[in-house]
């Protein structure tokens, strides 16, 4: 099946993953303006009032540079929906994304039929994210056009499903948009992606080291000083298995390898001023931190990513 229109319109094949406080319009927009789509949560904007004028500052940015620049427009770009029952925020922020049109909607912890619905109505789509095939096969019954698969080593809400099993599992049966999450962090890994099946890889942790994104310095040296050694994957912090950094966790006073379970039923989301400020300062990512190396800006990450990308195909061919 082809990439519906709006996907067409992405010049590299990278979807860049939405970060819970990280992204904001700024690296929004830094992102499509290189190339790539750029996303971040709706529930990012507090309060929820602030998600319209961001949405705002997102779509006129992008025009003008796209007005100016008619030969290298720039890529579309994705707001996260946490669909889950405890977002009390989820029709209204649904409500500013069908008002601008957001072209690509990403969902998340839950598959609702009426969401997809909203957005079809003004011709945008729907990708959501799955741990496994069981989730993927409910998602697209439900009306998503597009699946994000999140393969084990993935920044935030893991799986632990190796990517090249899950994306099989998932190309048996299905011929849509298929991002691929997972320990993607240089060029080279953005082309096995697309050989194993995916259209797109699906790229966070890299772009927290970028001088647009909105973490602390900590967070951003931390990145670089890290490998995948220094991972710790726990549900302690939000009820649901992910990946963190385990120098995070000893800087918060833990014991990372005492740290028991979360409770699911305990997971919030939503307008609460205080949701998400207990554990903050536990930092998130993947498995394929070794990649980066220092904090640049997105477009010299993205351009990294191109270099790389080129190499590794022209040695294959």
Not at 82 to 88: A, E, G, L, P, T
Not at 133 to 157: M, P, Q, R, T, W
Not at 257 to 283: A, Y
């Amino acid at each position: 099946m082809a990439l519906p229109d709006v996907l067409k319109r992405v010049p590299f094949p990278v979807i860049a993953s939405p970060m819970f406080i990280i992204s904001t319009p700024q690296l929004v927009i830094a992102q499509c303006k290189a190339g790539v789509v750029g996303s971040m949560p709706a529930l990012n904007a507090r309060p929820a009032a602030q998600l319209e004028d961001w949405l705002a500052e997102i779509t006129e940015t992008l025009a003008a540079y796209d007005a100016a620049n008619p030969d290298k427009p720039s890529a579309p770009f994705a707001i996260n929906q946490i669909v889950h029952k405890s977002n009390d925020r989820l029709d209204h922020d649904l409500a500013m994304c069908v008002k601008y049109k957001v072209p690509l909607i990403i969902t998340s912890l839950g598959a609702r039929a009426d969401v997809n619905e909203a957005v079809h109505s003004y011709g945008g789509i729907v990708m959501h994210d799955v741990i496994n095939n069981k989730f993927a096969h409910k998602a697209i019954e439900k009306g998503a056009d597009g699946l994000v698969a999140v393969a084990s080593g993935a920044g935030g809400h893991a799986g632990t499903t190796c990517a090249f099993a899950l994306i099989q599992e998932i190309r048996e049966w299905f011929d849509g948009p298929v991002a691929l999450s997972g320990s993607i962090a240089n060029g080279r890994s953005i082309l096995a992606a697309r050989a194993m099946g995916a259209d797109f890889a699906y790229i966070g942790s890299a772009f927290i080291a970028t001088e647009e994104a909105r973490a602390v310095d900590a967070y951003k040296q931390m990145l670089v000083d890290c490998s995948s050694e220094d991972i710790i994957y726990s549900s302690k912090f939000t009820g649901v298995h992910g990946n963190y950094l385990r120098p995070s966790i000893v800087a918060a006073g833990m014991d990372p390898e005492t740290l028991g379970n979360g409770d699911p039923s305990q997971m919030s989301f939503g307008s609460s001023e205080s949701g998400g400020k207990v554990w903050k300062d536990i930092w998130g990512c993947g498995q394929g931190i070794s990649a980066i190396k220092k904090i640049v800006p997105v477009a010299e990450l993205v351009a990294r990513f191109k270099a790389e990308y080129d190499a590794a195909r022209s040695a294959l061919i």
